[in-house]
């Protein structure tokens, strides 16, 4: 029974409660939608946040993704141009290296060579003195063979500018005696051969315009004269035309003393070819200093024009002027001897060739 009656007993406060809670959800509601409404702003943040970051993620991923394409495409290019740079640089080496072995050939040839021209070349003093003995000896030949003073006295004056290179105390006399054979030189007269030997030169080649003493005609004034005694008339200048030319026929002329002698063409050939070789031989003697021989041929020449030739012609008078003018010039020096330095350099360099 008491079992049946607690169960009465119960119900009685199921009904309060009952009541309390249905008095309850209105607090609860006006409570409850605030906070949903800002849970529900928190969440759209949140969401709006996300999603932001997941797209700042993504262009994040995107950018990283070109980059490292980017960075892959460079990498190749440098991996390009670090392989052409390894080529170029053994292609550099491969020519230093072969460069460097040209060079060492080089200079081993080098010192080769200077070593056969230091066992082949004499001394350059030797070589100095071969130069002076040559010279010199030019300086005698031109003075023997050509009597050309000039060019002796520069031969000598080169070949003591090279002794000076040189100086030497042994070369000392040498000098000395150089410089006697220059001032022997100096005091001989000076004779200009080139010029008298051009003279005659352009004398020969106008033997060819001298006009013969034969070949000398009057003047057509004095050969011709007016006839004044015929009438005038056709008639008359026919008779007076070969009256003239009967005049011309004979011609009487007044030659003073001088007689002409009268040549024929190859005998005024031959003439004019005497006279040539009479210059020429004017010339050799010149050469030779002979101022006999010189002289003769001179006198003999100017005998020729003055005899066979128009001797008032204006070449002809110019060709005697000429030979007047050689004819009182003096050409008979004596010629010193300046072998002596010559032979001190002879001596000089026998002597240096047996103290080896």
């Given at each position: 029974?008491?079992?049946?009656?607690?169960?009465?007993?119960?119900?009685?406060?199921?009904?309060?409660?009952?009541l309390?809670?249905?008095?309850?959800?209105?607090?609860?509601?006006?409570?409850?939608?605030?906070?949903?409404?800002?849970?529900?702003?928190?969440?759209?943040?949140?969401?709006?946040?996300?999603?932001?970051?997941?797209?700042?993620?993504?262009?994040l991923?995107?950018?990283?993704?070109?980059?490292?394409?980017?960075?892959?495409v460079?990498?190749?290019?440098?991996?390009?141009?670090?392989?052409?740079?390894?080529?170029?640089r053994?292609?550099?080496?491969?020519?230093?290296?072969?460069?460097?072995?040209?060079?060492?050939?080089?200079?081993?040839?080098?010192?080769?060579?200077?070593?056969?021209?230091?066992?082949?070349?004499?001394?350059?003093?030797?070589v100095?003195?071969?130069?002076?003995?040559?010279?010199?000896?030019?300086?005698?030949?031109?003075?023997?063979?050509?009597?050309?003073?000039?060019?002796?006295?520069?031969?000598?004056?080169?070949?003591?500018?090279?002794?000076?290179?040189?100086?030497?105390?042994?070369?000392?006399?040498?000098?000395?005696?150089?410089?006697?054979?220059?001032?022997?030189?100096?005091?001989?007269?000076?004779?200009?051969?080139?010029?008298?030997?051009?003279?005659?030169?352009?004398?020969?080649?106008?033997?060819?315009?001298?006009?013969?003493a034969?070949?000398?005609?009057p003047?057509?004034?004095?050969?011709?004269?007016?006839?004044?005694w015929?009438?005038?008339?056709?008639?008359?200048?026919?008779?007076?035309?070969?009256?003239?030319?009967?005049?011309?026929?004979?011609r009487?002329?007044?030659m003073?003393?001088?007689?002409?002698?009268?040549?024929?063409?190859?005998?005024?050939?031959?003439?004019?070819?005497?006279?040539?070789?009479?210059?020429?031989?004017?010339?050799?003697?010149?050469?030779?200093?002979?101022?006999?021989?010189?002289?003769?041929?001179?006198?003999?020449?100017?005998?020729?024009?003055?005899?066979?030739?128009?001797?008032k012609?204006?070449?002809?008078?110019?060709?005697?002027e000429?030979?007047?003018?050689?004819?009182d010039?003096?050409?008979?020096?004596?010629?010193?001897?300046?072998?002596?330095?010559?032979?001190?350099?002879?001596?000089?360099?026998?002597?240096?060739?047996?103290?080896?």
């Amino acid at each position: 029974m008491s079992t049946e009656i607690q169960p009465d007993v119960t119900d009685k406060p199921e009904v309060t409660d009952k009541l309390e809670i249905t008095g309850k959800p209105q607090g609860l509601r006006s409570r409850i939608n605030p906070l949903l409404f800002a849970a529900m702003v928190a969440a759209v943040i949140a969401a709006w946040q996300w999603y932001e970051a997941r797209s700042q993620i993504e262009s994040l991923q995107q950018e990283f993704e070109k980059r490292l394409v980017e960075i892959d495409v460079s990498y190749k290019e440098l991996r390009n141009i670090s392989t052409k740079v390894r080529e170029k640089r053994e292609e550099t080496e491969t020519r230093i290296k072969l460069l460097e072995t040209n060079l060492t050939e080089s200079i081993n040839r080098q010192a080769a060579l200077e070593e056969l021209y230091q066992d082949l070349a004499p001394d350059r003093d030797e070589v100095t003195m071969e130069e002076v003995e040559q010279l010199l000896l030019i300086a005698n030949q031109q003075l023997q063979l050509a009597s050309n003073v000039k060019s002796a006295l520069i031969a000598m004056h080169e070949a003591d500018v090279r002794l000076q290179r040189i100086n030497h105390p042994q070369l000392s006399t040498l000098r000395k005696t150089l410089a006697k054979d220059m001032d022997l030189l100096k005091a001989v007269p000076n004779v200009d051969t080139m010029e008298i030997n051009l003279r005659l030169e352009s004398l020969a080649k106008t033997v060819d315009t001298l006009p013969l003493a034969m070949e000398i005609r009057p003047s057509k004034s004095n050969a011709v004269s007016s006839v004044t005694w015929l009438p005038e008339g056709v008639w008359s200048k026919f008779l007076l035309s070969v009256w003239n030319d009967i005049k011309q026929l004979v011609r009487i002329q007044n030659m003073g003393e001088r007689d002409i002698p009268l040549l024929s063409p190859s005998q005024s050939y031959f003439l004019r070819e005497n006279l040539k070789l009479r210059l020429l031989s004017t010339q050799h003697s010149l050469l030779a200093r002979d101022a006999v021989s010189f002289k003769t041929n001179l006198k003999t020449s100017m005998d020729l024009i003055n005899q066979y030739y128009d001797n008032k012609s204006a070449p002809a008078t110019s060709m005697l002027e000429i030979l007047h003018q050689l004819h009182d010039s003096e050409i008979g020096i004596e010629l010193p001897n300046i072998s002596a330095s010559y032979d001190e350099v002879r001596k000089y360099r026998l002597a240096r060739i047996q103290a080896k």
